[in-house]
């Protein structure tokens, strides 16, 4: 893990974890030893990040530089807590555990009397177990394609069980109800297709850039949606 990383994963963990949080729970959850751990706690301080506590006493971080003093109303915080939470229901677990972080990082910002506000929220996300179905390929490479805006050879088997393989370019992420899909403009086609992400057999990244088309491909894909939809309009 490279060292910026490691240390953003740390200062995420002393935000959400309570305090004092010991060495030995902060090497399990930043999954480094504790050597290790003692020497990027130093670093942090060094760059000015003020951490309390010692080995043997648990760690406690009394203030983040990196973060400006927040306020938000009672009701924000409970908008805030409600879609978090709301996370934990879309299957993706990566998604939820970043909800939690930034949510925590939040909190480490606000006042004493709406930090506690934060965590004594009364409105709650829930919804009826679907059927979603499990998704076995990474997330974490999907979004990264999708953000860095890099083609996708995907391995795809379709309703009917049959299996392609296919180069895409992929353009955004949908979470409904019961099903993942990945909206994106097919090379084999030459067309958008929505694909279920559970039926995905593999994936990597191809390495094709389409940084100056996606803008314009997403803008096709709203325009195409819309004419469709005035297409039935007219026939009803």
Known sequence: MARQDRL???MEVLRRLPAPVTAERLAAETEISRRQLYRDIATLRAGGVLIDGAAGYGYTLTEDPALPPQSFSRIEI??????IGSLDALGDADLARAGRD????????LPDGQARQAMHTILRSWRPPDTRPIVE????LI???CWEETSLWISYRDLSERRTDRE????????GPTALTLLGFCQLRQDYRLFH??????MR?????????????LRGYIASRFTEREKVSGRS
């Open 8 to 10: 953003m994963r740390l």
């Open 78 to 83: 409970e908008a805030l807590a409600l879609g």
């Open 102 to 109: 930034a949510m925590a990082r939040i909190i480490a910002t």
């Open 137 to 140: 390929v990474d997330m974490d």
């Open 143 to 145: 979004r990264r394609a």
């Open 168 to 175: 895409i370019w992929p353009l955004g992420l949908s979470y």
């Open 197 to 202: 992400v559970a039926r995905i057999v593999e």
């Open 205 to 217: 990244l191809s390495g094709t850039s389409f940084r100056p088309r996606r803008v314009e491909l």
